[in-house]
């Protein structure tokens, strides 16, 4: 497989952020984890010192349920209050039948109510939709 990081890299050139992002390769619950001091001392975001914490993370990894909920265990303990998650894809029956940002949305909606507010994002011209979650509690 072809690594698509150098593509990123360009996109993020051309738009003038490539300072204000910080990638970090390969298997996303491992990486997160292993980046979980420097996320909670400030230390992994690029640009004037930061408090601490994520305050955005995207979830478009592994689209099976297993996977997202993998990412979410990892991204949640540092995670700030206000802080947003971004799950792409998120009707299956448009992109591929990937059930797992589905599934996430929903349980968070019936078994986490009053943790995050979300909000879904129906996107054109293919809907493949997009839900954007701010964690309150």
């Known amino acids: 497989m072809t690594s698509r990081l150098p593509v990123i ?12 992002v910080v990638l970090h390769p390969g298997d996303s619950p491992t990486e997160i984890v292993r ?8 230390s992994a ?9 994520v305050d955005l993370a995207l979830i478009d990894g592994d689209h099976s ?23 792409h894809d998120t009707y299956p029956e448009q992109c591929g039948d990937h059930p797992g940002p589905r599934h996430v949305i929903d349980h968070i909606r019936t078994v986490a109510q009053g943790l ?12 493949y939709g997009m839900a954007l979650l701010r964690r309150v509690g």
Do not use: K
Not at 45 to 53: K, N
Not at 70 to 86: F, H, I, K, Q, S
């Open 35 to 42: 980046m979980h001091e420097q996320f909670r001392a400030g």
């Open 9 to 20: 890299q360009e996109s993020l050139r051309r738009a003038g952020l490539e300072h204000r």
């Open 65 to 87: 349920i297993p996977g997202v909920l993998a990412d979410l265990r990892v991204v949640e303990p540092v995670l700030n209050t206000g802080g947003y998650l971004l799950f």
């Open 45 to 53: 975001a690029p640009g004037p010192a930061h408090t601490g914490g």
């Open 116 to 127: 995050y507010e979300v909000c879904e994002l129906y996107t054109a011209p293919l809907n």
